[in-house]
């Protein structure tokens, strides 16, 4: 069975990992004293292993990586960016499930 845990990325390699992903990448905006950000945390877990080969998943800590924060105007956390093509495709903020994850993967699957 493959692995595919969410993936911690800083500044420094979010174009080289996230940016230039062949399949849709989820970017979790996340920070260690948010606590709906750690309830989510297996939640990507679980929505990562069940989609092998269709997405990444990626935690990017705001506190630690502001520079990639600012730049996609992360005001609130967890904010979750999927990229479809290098390009922000869609955004969910705040705690979310995971069929509402599900959801949003599968309509840019379809796109």
């Known amino acids: ?3 595919n845990k969410p993936v911690h990325v800083t500044d420094a390699e979010f174009e080289e990992k996230v940016l230039k992903e062949d399949s849709i990448a989820v ?4 920070a260690e004293w948010c606590g709906p950000c750690i309830q989510m945390a ?3 877990e679980s929505f990562a292993e069940a989609n092998i080969g269709k997405v990444k998943v990626f935690k990017l800590d705001v506190d630690e990586n502001a520079k990639t924060a600012q730049k996609y105007g992360i005001r ?3 904010t979750l960016i999927y ?3 290098g390009e922000p495709a869609d955004i969910s903020i705040g705690y979310v499930g995971e069929s ?3 959801n949003k993967l599968d309509a840019l699957l379809k796109s």
């Not at 970017?27 to 996340?30: I, K, N, Q, T």
């Open 1 to 3: 069975m493959s692995d």
């Open 27 to 30: 970017v979790d905006f996340w």
């Open 42 to 44: 297996p939640i990507l």
């Open 76 to 78: 609130s956390i967890p």
């Open 83 to 85: 990229f479809k093509g």
């Open 100 to 102: 509402s994850l599900q």
